[in-house]
């Protein structure tokens, strides 16, 4: 063991001494503030858990031989013992391990289990949404925190060096003129619309500030990776059936909300409705996909079609050029609210959140008929600056995190 963690020491000093950028996305505090010893962070490929935990270890500790980080998908670490591993650095003086890539290492959870136990060490892991970190018999025991892409918000920070404040749902709800305003006076010459629709393009995923040039090949190459090396691995889907998963990603990006049904579905991509309905949680679970449920089907008794989205915005550039412009707005909507707050679809507006509200998503011109008499009703508007009453710019949305 003490040649492995010196070897693993020396890589640990390389990676933690390369430059981090200096945004630090709106988790940083929430990890900071926690006072778990353990601390989960997961998410979809790209979207900076890496980053964002290196940053954390970072300002705890200054001391590198307090300090460990491990990749699990290291050939050092093949074979090596995890509890093992981390319980030799400890003994030795090491206060804090951040460990990447959890899932790679056998038998993680009882390793965690027995750190968590026995050892007086902090430990921040990540992993991929698709894996059981998500399960809640994981989950209960320690601080999981998900790291989702990055809002219209946080793309502005990032692209123009100009911090703007999150607002919660019910001050967007009561309070959106004022807050409207508020942001284009911050905002200055820079229009919100062209802004947003740069975010819908090219907004989602931190590594487009890297080399923009290459943003849409980064993005296949991360769904690529994310269906081979997650959901393949842990579902054990077989290569043939990976290229279905691909026609599944790509035959939703080109379809309206409920331009198909499952049983439409299962056939177009040729495959059972059971073998549908679970690869479909395998790409939710991955972030993908996003599977919005009609609110009746919470009573088991009450049979509803599905919604289906790609999961953000930007995974349109990547699986098929352009989304529908209708289901683009509401792919952005989900993903920007689903983050604190449950969503589910309706027959009258478009979803119902958090069993309270009703949105109805459009354009500029979208009227209350659909929605009329709905006391919590409301429309996102696309392609207007500030709302007024009940009417919602849709980008205000993008500053709830």
């Known amino acids: ?95 804090m391990v951040v460990i990447d890539e959890i899932h790679e290492s056998h038998g993680f959870e009882k390793a965690l289990k027995s750190v968590y136990d026995f050892l007086d060490i902090k430990i921040l892991f990540s992993g991929s949404s698709a894996l059981q970190l998500t399960d809640p018999s994981f989950a209960r025991r320690y601080d999981m925190k998900r790291l989702p892409v990055l809002s219209l918000r946080e793309y502005i920070a990032l692209q123009y060096d100009l911090s703007l404040p999150r607002f919660t749902l019910d001050a967007l709800l009561s309070n959106h003129e004022s807050i409207g305003y508020e942001i284009l006076d911050r905002l200055g010459e820079l229009k919100i619309l062209k802004i947003m629709n740069e975010y819908l393009d090219h907004g989602a995923y931190p590594f487009y500030f890297v080399n ?67 690869y479909i949680d395998y790409l939710h679970r991955a972030e993908l996909l996003r599977h919005v449920m009609h609110e009746a089907k919470r009573f088991k008794q009450l049979q509803k079609p599905d919604k289906l989205y790609l999961a953000n915005p930007n995974l349109c550039k990547a699986l098929c050029v352009a989304c529908d412009k209708g289901a683009e707005r509401e792919i952005f909507f989900a993903n920007q609210i689903s983050l604190s707050h449950a969503i589910h679809y309706v027959e009258r507006g478009d979803f119902l959140v958090d069993e309270r509200w009703v949105f109805e998503i459009g354009g500029k011109k979208k009227g209350f008929s659909q929605i009329e008499g709905i006391k919590e009703g409301y429309i996102a508007a696309d392609d207007i600056e500030v709302g007024h009453g009940k009417k919602i710019p849709l980008w205000l949305f993008g500053f709830l995190y």
Do not use: W
């Not at 926690?34 to 300002?59: E, F, H, N, P």
């Not at 491990?70 to 003994?91: K, R, S, W």
């Not at 994310?226 to 990976?242: M, Q």
């Open 1 to 95: 063991m003490y040649s492995v963690l010196n070897s693993l020491k020396h890589f640990s000093y390389l990676k933690l001494k390369t430059p981090l950028p200096r945004y630090r996305r709106f988790l940083f505090d929430e990890v900071m503030r926690s006072s778990d010893k353990v601390i989960g962070i997961y998410g979809g490929r790209g979207v900076g858990k890496t980053t964002l935990m290196l940053q954390t270890a970072k300002t705890l500790y200054g001391n590198y031989d307090e300090l460990l980080y491990i990749a699990c998908d290291h050939p050092l670490m093949q074979g090596v013992p995890l509890f093992d591993l981390i319980e030799y650095f400890y003994a030795h003086g090491g206060k």
């Open 212 to 278: 923009p040039e290459s943003y849409t090949q980064k993005m296949i190459d991360m769904i690529n990776a994310t269906l081979s090396s997650d959901i393949a691995v842990l579902y054990r889907v077989s290569p043939e059936k990976i290229t279905i998963l691909k026609k599944l990603l790509a035959t939703i990006c080109v379809s309206k909300p409920f331009e198909l049904s499952l049983e439409a579905l299962s056939r177009q991509v040729g495959i059972t409705r059971a073998t549908l309905y679970k």
